[in-house]
């Protein structure tokens, strides 16, 4: 069975910290991509970080680039988003997401398996 499921979301002040974990299963996702999505309110699915198979290579978004940092554990089958210098304006839900190409993670249409999202709130 395909599972994806996130843990770590919570309320956090701003400047304060927080760290992500996808557990992943069922699938052979040690051969894929693996990224984090988000998404507020109403507003579409927008790409925060993305991590090749062999975690040797990550890209992030412009907005979370030198306070977010994207890594994978192979042994444990297990994605983290370590989140530092929170800002309210990164409130959100966060989706885990898989993809067999690294080059296509970033787009959300492109995304073969979804978690079920973990919610991070930031306060002011």
């Known amino acids: 069975q395909v599972q994806l499921v996130e843990s770590g979301g919570g309320l956090v002040q701003a400047g304060g910290s927080l760290r992500l974990s996808c557990a992943y299963s069922?699938?052979?996702?040690?051969?894929?991509?693996m990224g984090w999505f988000r998404q507020a309110s109403a507003n579409e699915r927008d790409f925060v970080a993305a991590?090749?198979?062999?975690?040797?290579?990550?890209s992030y978004a412009d907005s979370v680039k030198g306070r977010f940092t994207i890594s994978r554990d192979k042994a444990m089958n297990t994605m983290y988003l370590q989140m530092n210098s929170l800002k309210p304006e990164d409130a959100a839900v966060y989706y885990c997401?898989?993809?067999?190409?690294?080059?296509?993670?970033?787009?959300?249409?492109?995304?073969?398996?979804w978690g079920k999202g973990t919610l991070v709130t930031v306060s002011s």
């Open positions: 069922g699938r052979p996702f040690s051969t894929y991509a």
């Open positions: 997401a898989a993809n067999p190409s690294f080059g296509a993670i970033s787009r959300s249409s492109n995304i073969n398996y």
């Open positions: 991590i090749t198979w062999d975690a040797g290579v990550t």
